[in-house]
């Protein structure tokens, strides 16, 4: 085959080439407009991404004397572990943006819940809060031993819940802090009878991967693109009958489980000794009138209760049902018991609609709270400075020494060991602080404790931190 370089005609040496003749083109509005870059297809766009762009291992655990095997993700190699618990329908990788961020601070370990991702159990349905509570344990002992680091459990939505009751059980001796992502029980409980319209109203099968993500992004579940990449094909199943992709977790079938996730969570999570740190996407409220009828087994009167978390029990003429409204949440964080974040411009998952964001939190979260890889960690500071503020003009202090022990704070933080600012430290009760200083005219004779933070601090539920 000839070259086609053979049909061209050469020119002499010392010929020079005319420049050809090109027709006049009008001035155009739009010349000086750069050229727009080629655009990415659909596919292309929407194209999966490995979780080895985020976390530096996967592997799979085995649950002695079970059938039990669950897919875990990590990421680190130094500082405390933080522990993350995804919600309902969602996988490991939920986390995996943010793991990114966070393992350049501390170690991250994110699992496949029963029933979601890679995992696989003898009963994928049973997402009863005990049988997950126990597969938690069952995964950090396999991982750690008996001898865990020091774990901040961070969980979103339904792995919030998770983490709320695994803290509550008191068997954690490690669990240094307590994150929880967009969860707060008046808000579940008033969604839960909605929640199967929810579930059979979306999408439920998918030709591609690439259309479940570009449908995820789209209908605003997550808005978060790179998110959506790396943690939506984890959720999906290929079903060879039907030659398409279905969810990977039947949560319609689980309905039976839905109410225990959330009854008494805000209880559990304020009664918890660590520090805490609640994320609300938006500006979501505390506190929410509930339809509790539904949720009753009889499905009769509630009659008051007792319960410090319910601040109204009524019955409905009108509507006929029962509402409850719930306040300890926010009466606690009105008494400094928890942090609260309320982040903005995001949807319900908070860690992959904004990763970065979310990540500094975290990150904040242990920097603040002095959390290491063996716990608190307490600095080479000589003193811990608190204030007491008695309302009126004036403000007495206490200052506590190094080398006390943690029941001598506690005393503090109750009121049996106060004094006055730059005294040594004397055993003075509350009603010794109220004589200090009259009150000003109408106002209660209370106790406002606020921090000054110089090296080692207390935190106000008397713990270190």
């Known amino acids: 085959m000839e070259s086609s370089s053979s049909h061209m005609a050469s020119l002499p040496e010392n010929a020079t080439e005319e420049p050809s003749q090109q027709q006049t083109q009008p001035d155009s509005a739009f010349a000086s407009v750069p050229h727009r870059p080629p655009t990415k297809s659909s596919s292309e766009k929407y194209a999966p991404l490995d979780w080895s762009q985020y976390f530096d291992k996967e592997e ?25 618990l995804h919600g309902g329908g969602y996988s490991g990788l939920s986390f995996a943006v943010s793991a990114s961020k966070i393992k350049e601070k501390a170690r991250v370990v994110a699992m496949d819940l029963r029933g979601h991702g890679k995992s696989s159990t003898e009963n994928d349905l049973d997402l009863s809060v005990e049988t997950m509570c126990n597969d938690v344990f069952a995964i950090i002992k396999e991982l750690y031993g008996n001898s865990p680091p020091a774990m901040i459990l961070v969980g979103h939505s339904m792995g919030g819940s998770i983490a709320v009751h695994v803290a509550a059980r008191r068997s954690l001796s490690t669990l240094a802090g307590l994150v929880v992502v967009d969860v707060v029980e008046g808000t579940a409980m008033a969604s839960l009878m909605h929640m199967q319209k929810i579930l059979s109203n979306r999408m439920q099968h998918f030709s591609s991967i690439e259309k479940a993500i570009e449908w995820s992004v789209r209908a605003g579940s997550l808005r978060n693109i790179d998110s959506a990449r790396v943690s939506i094909p984890s959720t999906l199943k290929y079903n060879e009958s039907k030659k398409c992709y279905l969810y990977r977790t039947e949560l319609e079938k689980t309905e039976q489980y839905w109410k225990g996730w959330y009854e008494g969570l805000s209880d559990k999570f304020l009664s918890s000794p660590v520090p805490k740190l609640l994320l609300l996407a938006g500006t979501d409220r505390l506190d929410r009138l509930v339809n509790v009828e539904h949720l009753r087994d009889n499905g009769g009167k509630c009659g008051s209760s007792k319960n ?7 019955w409905s003429p009108k509507k006929g049902y029962h509402m409850r409204r719930y306040w300890s949440l926010t009466i606690g964080q009105m008494q400094g018991k928890f942090q609260m974040v309320v982040v903005r411009h995001t949807g319900h998952a908070i860690q992959e609609d904004v990763p970065d964001e979310f990540a500094t939190l975290i990150v904040n979260f242990i920097s603040r709270n002095r959390i290491g ?21 004036k403000r007495l202090g206490v200052r506590a020494r190094k080398g006390r022990s943690e029941e001598f704070f506690q005393d503090i933080m109750k009121g049996k060991k106060v004094v006055k600012m730059g005294m040594d430290v004397e055993n003075k009760s509350l009603q010794d602080i109220k004589k200090a ?4 005219d109408g106002e209660e004779n209370s106790i406002n404790w606020e921090e000054k933070r110089e090296e080692d601090t207390i935190d106000n539920n008397g713990t270190f931190g």
Not at 60 to 84: K, L, M, Q
Not at 308 to 313: A, F, G, T
């Open 373 to 393: 890889p063996n716990g608190v960690e307490l600095g080479a500071s000589t003193s811990t400075w608190l204030k007491v503020e008695v309302f009126g003009p």
């Open 308 to 314: 410090e978390n319910v601040k109204l029990d009524m």
């Open 437 to 440: 200083k009259k009150p000003l």
């Open 60 to 84: 799979d655990v085995a649950i002695p004397e079970s059938n039990d095997v669950f897919h875990v993700y990590s990421a680190g190699t130094e500082g405390p572990v933080v522990f993350c």
